[in-house]
């Protein structure tokens, strides 16, 4: 009978134990088969450690990324497919199952409940994709070696995954696995010429040049290749450049880079009329090209310019329905990233529609565009320029109730500039017939808007902060800077490039906020220019000419191989850093966000002057 009881109570034990509900420490993922095959059921389980910000998630969405085998940037971009699935919930693990499609080599995960998210430190987790004879299929290495070695998947999914280190190895193993494989040591040839750089490798980096060649004279067809040779030879050897850009047009005419040089000529026509017959004659050719957009834009900018009013209706009409149906989102979007893409490319066909349909006085038409345009979400600086236009038709229809509302929400939000201003005492004036009482309604909303301001920038803290990574950068005068010699100061870091737009419209209240500060030793901006065409002498000269030009004395440094933007894991310029006086990074901001662009970094300045303290 004890003997019984005791039996019982051991497999009771057993169960309880085997039942076991303990947290681990680190957030893992497991894969069945632990070996993953295309075509075949594969189960993805995930369990949230204790420190994740997912271990009391009631729902968690899996997003993963079928990176293709052995590709370009581009082909991650055009090729690659992202899926987001629903995880089931099992005790402490959650479970999905999905199935790695053709041509798939790699696959790079991370998960997801509301705005939360664990990625194992911005890096994400991934699996091979293998044969059925348990080895990684060719092309699989490279696929993770593409991975870490261009941005392409930190820009599709958030992460900070670029490492030339780690695509090296991945990349070794490929060719040590499939020697043959020659695509994987050109589609590699950005992460290797880098790393070359940095070892002042002249005959290396002539070597990929030669393997470069030779792949293409053996593939004149491979456009993927033939693309990544246009972008790479484009700084160092314009003759090749323009070479690939033949072969590349040959194969098809109405490329993107092929589109992008037609363009950049027909915008040299200095006759209005002749420019713009020549951009309207290829609108029609290009419309199912990922290039429309970009062309599209050009062609409403010039039916604008010369009034041809019904003709710009006609044509932003037909981008709206283009962009809505998601005609040019690429299958490795997100969600997310689809809806804010669409958002963004919807700002320019809807705001041309709204201006061509009020000068054609079809007035209802243009307020409801305008009204569907305020419904969107879209970039900071999109967003000050739709009120400043609406604003602008609200006074010129002398809607003086609605122009007093929005122009006031616009202050007092801090989203507004002279202009906006100026239509709210406008607006104002007419209303009341009292123009003191509207200079004293602009102040009182000055002062929400400081205070809106702040509260959202408080929000933007970055209370997990990490350690800023460091850098070896020289300056214009060719004098080596470090990050970590500054150490004790607060850092702004602002990545930027003369061809970049919203960069040039941020200096001149850089150059402010220099002035404000240039005196204070505990404060340190450092603009870091990068992604420039031009390279070594050539490029001091421009990057020189243009502070110059803007009267601009802040201190530039130059990011000559692009590896500090990587490493910062910047996805489009202008990026700032705010970087305490411990070296972390306490505020990231993405874009020119408008006039209060001074302010807001003084905020900044204050919180972290607040909140960070060090031991001297």
Request: some cysteine; charged content about 30%.
């Amino acid at each position: 009978m004890i003997s019984k009881f005791f039996k019982i109570l051991i497999v009771i034990i057993f169960l309880v134990a085997g039942c076991s509900t303990k947290i681990p420490n680190k957030s893992s993922v497991r894969f069945e088969p632990s070996k993953p095959i295309l075509d075949e059921n594969l189960t993805v389980t995930f369990v949230p450690g204790i420190n994740s910000p997912l271990k009391k998630a009631q729902n968690i969405t899996m997003q993963a990324l079928y990176v293709p085998v052995t590709p370009t940037e581009r082909e991650i971009l055009e090729k690659g497919k992202m899926v987001e699935i629903p995880m089931k919930k099992n005790g402490n693990e959650w479970k999905a199952n999905m199935k790695p499609g053709k041509s798939t080599g790699a696959i790079v995960f991370q998960f997801y409940s509301g705005d939360k998210s664990e990625n194992k430190g911005k890096t994400g987790w991934e699996t091979l994709i293998y044969n059925a004879g348990g080895l990684p299929v060719e092309g699989a290495y490279s696929a993770l070696s593409q991975s870490f070695g261009s941005g392409m998947v930190s820009f599709l999914m958030n992460l900070k995954r670029f490492n030339d280190d780690t695509a090296m190895v991945f990349y070794r193993n490929e060719l040590k696995q499939y020697p043959g494989n020659q695509r994987a040591k050109v589609v590699s040839v950005f992460s290797r010429a880098r790393s070359a750089r940095k070892k002042k490798d002249k005959i290396g980096l002539e070597s990929l040049e030669r393997e470069l060649d030779s792949y293409i004279a053996e593939h004149p067809e491979d456009i993927g290749v033939l693309e990544l040779a246009y972008s790479y030879f484009y700084r160092s050897n314009p003759e090749k450049s323009e070479k690939a850009l033949e072969l590349i047009k040959k194969i098809n005419p109405l490329h993107r880079y092929v589109l992008s040089r037609e363009l950049a000529e027909i915008k040299k026509i200095k006759n209005e009329n002749a420019r713009l017959q020549k951009l309207l004659a290829m609108e029609k050719e290009v419309q199912n090209t990922g290039y429309y957009i970009t062309w599209g834009r050009s062609v409403l900018k010039e039916l604008s310019s010369v009034g041809k009013w019904q003709t710009l209706v006609d044509i932003a009409r037909n981008m709206e329905k283009r962009i809505e149906t998601g005609a040019f989102i690429y299958p490795s979007y997100s969600k997310a990233k689809a809806k804010k893409t669409i958002n963004s490319r919807l700002f320019t066909p809807l705001l041309s529609l709204a201006e061509a349909y009020y000068k054609l006085g079809e007035n209802k038409k243009a307020e409801d565009t305008y009204v569907k345009l305020g419904k969107l979400k879209f970039y900071p600086n999109q967003e000050m320029v739709f009120k400043r236009n609406y604003l602008q038709f609200l006074v010129d229809t002398r809607q003086w109730e609605k122009a007093i509302k929005m122009g006031r929400e616009a202050i007092e939000t801090a989203n507004y500039d002279d202009k906006i201003i100026e239509l709210f005492k406008t607006a104002y004036i007419n209303k009341t017939g009292n123009a003191q009482e509207a200079e004293q309604k602009i102040i009182e909303a000055k002062k929400k808007a400081g205070t809106y301001r702040k509260e959202e920038i408080e929000k933007m803290f970055i209370t997990n902060a990490k350690p800023a990574p460091d850098f070896k950068l020289r300056d214009l005068d060719g004098k080596q800077i470090t990050l970590s010699s500054m150490r004790g100061k607060t850092v702004i870091i602002d990545f930027w490039a003369t061809w970049c737009g919203p960069c040039k419209a941020s200096f001149p209240l850089l150059q402010k906020f220099w002035k404000q500060h240039r005196n204070n030793p505990d404060i340190m901006v450092l603009a870091v220019n990068t992604q420039e065409q031009s390279r070594g002498k050539k490029r001091i000269d421009v990057v020189r000419k243009y502070m110059a030009d803007g009267k601009y004395d802040f201190p530039v440094l130059i990011d000559e191989n692009n590896e500090a933007v990587k490493n910062y894991g910047v996805t489009g310029l202008p990026t700032k850093f705010f970087i305490g006086p411990d070296g972390k990074i306490y505020f990231k901001e993405v874009g020119f966000n408008g006039q209060g662009m001074v302010e807001d970094m003084n905020v900044m300045l204050q919180i972290i002057s607040k909140k960070v303290k060090i031991k001297k």
